[in-house]
């Protein structure tokens, strides 16, 4: 090969054409999930799209050309289109154009290329056309226009290096989503997509168009918005579906963020993750500040001086904060009503999951027929097999609490009932942090017993076959410690899996607490207010004989079997 034809001279309308990628990006079309409009649903929806990179990029040159304009001219009041170069890097600009290419390479890009504008001021018009790729040119044609002011740019993309032969629905899609950002981005500008006005006069009104795709919740999210400064808006709700951002620099859609949506997220993750750790210091969950922003959507609209980017296609925006030329401080008020607008209860509702899967850990996968390592448990024949539904688990208060209940289990037998001691006062598992509870060896061996899981909701009746035992009987003492020891065993269950409840798993062994004689008429009392009811409207109750039972083990052989 001769060295002409290993060095070959081009000329940079022709490396252009031939190295788009160093331009316009990738012209091969790629699928991505993209935000579009839905005009059917009148909102944004996320969906997956598949476009030409470089065709959207040339289309948006132009887009975000007028979008400049309005900085340099805020009297505009409709969108004029701006080809100035923007070379001189000594001026401090809040414009998306940089590099002086931009619409450029929209005449390169494109197969017709066609400029007009007209100036009252000036009295006069211009005309001018561009076809085959910016090759060849007409002569300027300007000519005598008393009545109007305006700019027009009107070109017809070279589909064919785009691999098309037709604008196709998902590009026009992201057209007309980009027309909506320009209305956010540019206020006091009317914008019209197809001669129609778009209903979009704020960032707020175009923030709720991402809101109202949230079909899929009970209520509607709640947004807080903050206009921080003149170059700074600022919005945020919560997501469910990790952290999401919608964002601007100078009008360009930074569909992958950067350091301005940084800057805004950092501070408020600073702010919130104090809240979240008060609010779940028992959690046992440690809590970066990057789950804080799982739980965020994050809108950003701003102006920053001479902007970069991290490629062509300026999805990503790179600049340092200290080189903003602005500042974007969030106030006291907007971080505390983003505290109360439910990322916080998402973010506390993560961390309970996240506790709740560590200690299922330690439950196991699927029910035992027996049972090893749990002191003290009698634990019922049909436990666990196929019957077990059947079976009822007696949780007596203390040792000699069981042995009263095993007494009774010579009655009814073994079959389907068990009896577990419990050891004073159940842990108040409410209060408890996550590491205390899985460290409990009483709360461990109820739930070894009981089959439980906590993944598991127990929503319908058919959920508890999965469990051990059909039922709880609680038999404690009529006392004031009785009654605290019952109502933790229901916290227990209430906090962890309150369908359970639902469901009437829990029964109670009643005992009297006093009992009154008379020949061979016997009146059992469960408790003392009842007594003393009966001692004031019965007049010789002092002749009956009246014995106090302190607890079960005083019950003695006055206990009713279980029947």
């Not at 000329?11 to 788009?20: A, K, M, S, V, Y």
């Not at 100035?84 to 017709?112: H, Q």
């Not at 009643?510 to 207010?529: D, R």
Request: aromatic share 10%; net charge positive.
């Amino acid at each position: 090969l001769s060295v002409e034809r290993i060095y070959q001279k081009k000329t940079q309308l022709e490396h252009i054409l031939l190295r788009p990628d160093s331009y316009i990006g990738s012209t091969v079309k790629t699928t991505q999930m993209m935000w579009v409009l839905d005009e059917e649903q009148g909102c944004m929806v996320n969906r997956e799209v598949t476009f030409s990179p470089g065709l959207y990029k040339i289309f948006d040159e132009i887009l975000v050309n007028a979008a400049d304009n309005k900085v340099r001219d805020p009297t505009m009041s409709c969108i004029k289109v701006d080809i100035d170069p923007n070379y001189d890097d000594s001026e401090r600009k809040v414009t998306g154009g940089r590099n002086g290419y931009g619409a450029k390479l929209c005449n390169i890009f494109s197969t017709k290329f066609i400029v007009e504008t007209s100036s009252k001021e000036y009295k006069k018009s211009f005309r001018q056309m561009w076809i085959d790729n910016m090759t060849k040119t007409s002569e300027p044609k300007i000519s005598v226009n008393k009545d109007e002011d305006f700019t027009s740019i009107t070109f017809y993309p070279d589909l064919h290096r785009f691999g098309m032969t037709e604008l196709e629905s998902d590009t026009v899609a992201l057209f007309q989503r980009r027309a909506y950002d320009l209305a956010a981005t540019t206020s006091g500008v009317k914008v019209f997509l197809n001669g129609k006005r778009l209903p979009i006069k704020s960032f707020v009104d175009y923030v709720d168009l991402y809101i109202k795709s949230n079909k899929e919740a009970d209520t509607q999210l709640k947004v807080v918005y903050e206009t921080v400064n003149p170059r700074w808006q600022v919005a945020v709700a919560p997501s469910s579906s990790g952290f999401q951002q919608v964002s601007f620099v100078n009008s360009i859609a930074t569909t992958k963020g950067g350091k301005h949506v940084d800057l805004v997220a950092d501070q408020l993750n600073n702010k919130l993750i104090e809240i979240v750790k008060k609010k779940s210091g028992k959690s046992g969950v440690q809590i970066k500040p990057f789950q804080i922003k799982n739980h965020q959507w994050i809108f950003v609209n701003c102006l920053i001086e001479n902007p970069t980017f991290d490629s062509q296609t300026k999805e990503f925006m790179t600049l340092q904060p200290k080189s903003f030329g602005s500042t974007c401080n969030l106030s006291e008020k907007f971080v505390t009503q983003a505290s109360k607008c439910g990322i916080i209860e998402s973010v506390l509702s993560w961390v309970r999951f996240k506790a709740m899967e560590k200690m299922d850990k330690q439950c196991h996968k699927s029910k035992h027929v027996r049972l090893k390592g749990i002191p003290k448990l009698d634990d019922a024949n049909n436990a666990g097999t196929k019957n077990s539904s059947t079976c009822t688990l007696i949780l007596t208060e203390g040792d000699s609490a069981k042995s009263l209940a095993v007494a009774g289990l010579g009655v009814v037998g073994r079959d389907n009932y068990g009896v577990f001691p419990l050891r004073g006062k159940l842990l108040n598992v409410r209060e408890a942090s996550s590491k205390q509870i899985m460290e409990n060896a009483e709360i461990n061996a109820l739930i070894k017993i009981l089959g439980l899981q906590y993944k598991n909701k127990y929503e319908s009746p058919d959920s508890l076959r999965d469990l051990r035992y059909g039922k709880i009987m609680i038999m404690t003492d009529q006392d004031q410690d009785g009654s605290h020891i019952k109502g933790l065993v229901i916290n227990f269950l209430h906090n962890n899996w309150p369908n359970l409840l639902k469901h009437n798993v829990i029964e109670e062994f009643i005992t009297p607490i006093v009992k009154v004689f008379k020949g061979k008429q016997e009146v059992p009392f469960y408790s003392l207010p009842e007594f003393e009811e009966w001692q004031k409207t019965t007049p010789n109750w002092h002749t009956w004989r009246v014995k106090y039972y302190k607890g079960l083990s005083h019950l003695g052989h006055d206990i009713v079997p279980i029947e």
